[in-house]
């Protein structure tokens, strides 16, 4: 059998028409596949699991390269026909999910003679049909589809709301001083000598975290937290009920618990049960990070007994400058961009046991963009035989029209013998030197797309690469982060003009600024999971006092009077209840970093061992049982706790 070959992409000149003949024949195939399906299914079960997963790889075949176009594409014609490709498939994708008949056709399945993996995509597909609520009357079926409409409205208007409320604070240029002086330079006086700090990212971060005015800083504070209050107040009131309506009628007691059902943590209730234990194992470190933050605060404010967000922004930072003073223009002369992208390729080529070719048959959708393929190596590293595991696309740099953040995005979605794993990195660094946290996004991204190649070798689209539980795919990423932190992986590749490699003690010093406020975050972060579950679970009539009640429980800092946060976290949308996630799959990447070898970061056994059983399995298993068989126990907080206590 000839190994599939890789996705021949269009050129400039093609791609128009290449998008929207790729969008028309997919979906146009996924729809007869689907008719014959509701028509005429096959007597096996496995056979209708085979068209069925036909009609999975034709859908995400058109939905990732719109979505990828969509966001990266020069021309901007192709990028909207991406956006028209995605809209079309996230509507049949709807659709399907609320088509009784097609549902029939597989609740009428007898899952006896399946392997696991089937039986597994079997009860999944289920699953996916019966939250959509296909199972339920005709009135049901109905109100679900108006609550599902509303929710995406309120979620779009919530979002706009915060967007659109830009809040202005006034202040001489006396007030603020302690600004970065490109800032100042930005912001010239206007004809009442004032300047104007916006609630902008750009203006407040560094107003926050510089001015040295601590009624200015109040005076930002107060209106950042604000942003989008009262509007968004009915608008979080509607859509914590109208969410507990919709589990409610598919047969869950609340919408956490309708969530969670779909996540490594399984349960609603495990949330909170969750977020106290983090919050537990952080009082220490909390009471020790603030602590250090008080003594500082009360140097200028002698009797200070807490401290508010108005000041522990400002004082956090002012520690981390006093006492880690990192000079973070001698970091990045050892971080030049090409560099660290050979080095990346290099270290996790060694670590996972790959090898990445230039493709010269590739064609990329711009000229910055480099294409591998990625081979397997031997066990001493040379050449290994075989074919190739996949393609990727490295797109670094920002250009007009492209995403603004840093993602891996998928191109194919790998499955056995039917069709290889392709994927992309779109990320928004400079060409010349890089600065630390973008080598560690580098790192964390590239953790994604590794996944996403070595998981497409599986039988079934529906478990190919990243698809595993929402609240553990974060933690491969977060994992091999730690590859750029450690000094012996970071001198093969951070080296300076002068063929310097960066020193140890330097990486030490980076290391431990970056630890300070770590029990900080997780009280901080603990708060934030605290409101994203409990205003979803009990719907408080009172917003604000649930607020500061759960800010005076979990957040090293004081409520600030007045202040409505809740009113601008935008993470109550496409979180929802589900805000504890970003740390759960931490404790997890601390516990899988802990069966690695400190002083040997790339030995072969653990690594080919980690490779096999997390990140080639893709969605075959429950995340819970892939980390065992890795770890060859249950997963557990102990490194987690070690790591915040140090
Ligand atoms: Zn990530």
């Not at 390269?65 to 192709?78: G, Q, R, T, W």
């Not at 009539?541 to 976290?569: C, V």
């Not at 399995?617 to 907080?637: E, W």
């Amino acid at each position: 059998m000839t190994p599939p070959a890789p996705l021949q992409l269009p050129t400039a000149d093609e791609a128009l028409a290449w998008m929207r003949e790729r969008a028309a024949t997919g979906l146009a195939s996924a729809r007869d596949l689907v008719a014959g399906l509701r028509e005429a299914p096959p007597a096996e079960a496995e056979a209708v699991l085979r068209r069925w997963d036909e009609v999975s790889l034709a859908l995400s075949n058109v939905g990732a390269i719109a979505s990828l176009f969509s966001n990266a594409h020069p021309d901007v014609d192709v990028r909207t026909a991406g956006e028209e490709a995605e809209v079309e498939v996230d509507k049949l994708v709807t659709e399907l999910r609320q088509d009784r008949a097609l549902y029939d056709v597989f609740a009428a399945l007898d899952p006896a003679g399946l392997d696991p993996t089937a039986a597994r995509l079997l009860e999944k597909t289920l699953e996916e049909f019966r939250r959509a609520g296909v199972d339920q009357d005709e009135a049901t079926r109905k109100r679900l589809a108006e609550i599902s409409e509303r929710i995406t409205a309120i979620d779009q208007e919530f979002s706009r709301t915060i967007r659109d409320d830009v809040r202005t604070v006034k202040a001489t240029p006396e007030q603020l001083a302690g600004m970065p002086e490109d800032w100042l330079a930005a912001h010239p006086v206007d004809e009442d000598g004032l300047v104007t700090v916006t609630t902008d990212y750009p203006d407040a971060v560094p107003a926050r975290m510089f001015v040295r005015d601590a009624d200015v800083r109040r005076q930002v504070t107060v209106a950042f937290l604000d942003r989008g209050w009262p509007d968004n107040e009915p608008l979080l009131r509607e859509l914590f009920d109208l969410r507990h309506e919709y589990a409610n009628l598919v047969g869950y007691s609340d919408w956490a618990s309708y969530d969670a059902a779909v996540k490594m943590i399984e349960k609603g209730p495990a949330i909170p049960e969750f977020i106290d234990r983090i919050a537990q194992a952080a009082q220490g470190p909390m009471e020790r990070d603030l602590g250090v933050v008080l003594e500082r605060f009360r140097r200028d404010v002698p009797d200070a007994e807490a401290i508010d967000t108005a000041d522990s922004v400002y004082y956090e930072e002012l520690v981390r400058k006093e006492q880690h003073d990192v000079d973070s223009q001698l970091v990045r002369t050892y971080f030049p961009a090409e560099r660290v992208k050979q080095g990346l390729l290099d270290v996790t080529g060694r670590l996972f046991g790959l090898r990445y070719e230039p493709a010269p048959d590739a064609q990329p959708w711009h000229e910055d963009v480099a294409a591998y393929d990625v081979y397997r190596t031997g066990p001493d590293g040379e050449d290994g035989a075989g074919d190739s595991l996949g393609r990727i696309y490295l797109d670094l740099h920002p250009r007009d029209g492209k995403y603004k953040h840093a993602a891996q995005f998928t191109i194919t979605n790998g499955v056995a013998g039917r069709q290889l794993p392709e994927g992309a990195l779109l990320c928004n660094f400079g060409r010349g030197l890089m600065e630390h946290d973008h080598v560690v996004t580098l790192f964390h991204e590239f953790g994604h797309l590794v996944h996403h190649v070595l998981g497409g070798h599986v039988e079934w689209t529906r478990f190919a690469g990243v698809s595993t539980e929402w609240d553990f795919v974060e933690a491969p990423s977060q994992m091999l982060e730690e590859w750029a932190w450690d000094a012996d992986v970071l001198r093969t590749f951070a080296i300076n003009a002068d063929g310097e490699p960066i020193p140890a003690d330097l990486v030490a010093k980076m290391r431990a600024a970056d630890d300070f406020g770590k029990g900080l975050q997780a009280r901080q972060q603990m708060f934030y999971a605290a409101v994203s579950y409990w205003f979803h679970t009990d719907r408080p009539a009172d917003l604000t006092a649930r607020q500061a009640e759960l800010q005076e429980r979990y957040s090293p800092f004081r409520y600030i009077d007045g202040t409505h946060f809740y009113a601008n976290f935008g993470h109550l949308g496409g979180y929802s209840s589900a805000y504890y996630t970003y740390m759960w799959s931490l404790v997890i990447a601390k516990d899988l970093f802990s069966a690695f070898d400190e002083d040997d970061l790339f030995d072969a056994e653990i690594a080919g061992r980690y490779r096999d059983s997390i990140l080639a399995a893709g969605g075959t298993k429950d995340a819970a049982d892939l980390v065992a068989d890795f770890l060859g126990r249950p997963y557990t907080f102990d490194s987690y706790a070690a790591w915040l206590a140090r």
